[in-house]
Nanobody
Framework: QEELVESGGGLVQPGGSLRLACAAS????????MGWYRQAPGKQRELVVG???????NNADSVKGRFTISRDNAKNTVYLQMTSLKPEDTAVYYC???????????????????WGKGTLVTVAS
């Protein structure tokens, strides 16, 4: 059983928009901070944006003003709305819930760590 399931990736032109979704089980969604990460070819995985259970978000500088994370408590789903996409945003995007994002946002390390399988976002004309 997959605890995190991403959807919404695809091909988009530069300047376009895309929305990713990460559906989680209820217990994971209620318990943990969640985040979106990305990994481009030849690069390390990096935090794009995280959000706490209380809704506080933390964006990477490279996406500030362009990407927005949100939580839908009724659907146990976290969304990543991406606008003004650039070719350098091309990557596999992963959803995380738990320790990795908790540590990235607070410096504390605790709890379980869950990852989705990733969804590919390609920004190209």
């Amino acid at each position: 059983q997959e605890e995190l399931v991403e959807s919404g990736g695809g091909l988009v032109q530069p300047g376009g928009s895309l929305r990713l979704a990460c559906a989680a089980s209820g217990s994971i969604f209620r318990t943990y901070a969640m985040g979106w990460y990305r990994q481009a070819p030849g690069k390390q995985r990096e935090l794009v944006v995280g959000i706490t259970t209380g809704g506080r978000a933390n964006n990477a500088d490279s996406v500030k003003g362009r990407f927005t994370i949100s939580r839908d408590n009724a659907k146990n789903t976290v969304y990543l709305q991406m606008t003004s996409l650039k070719p350098e945003d091309t990557a596999v995007y992963y959803c995380n819930a738990g320790r990795t994002t908790i540590q990235a946002m607070s410096g504390l390390s605790y709890g379980m760590d869950y990852w989705g399988k990733g969804t590919l976002v390609t920004v190209a004309s």
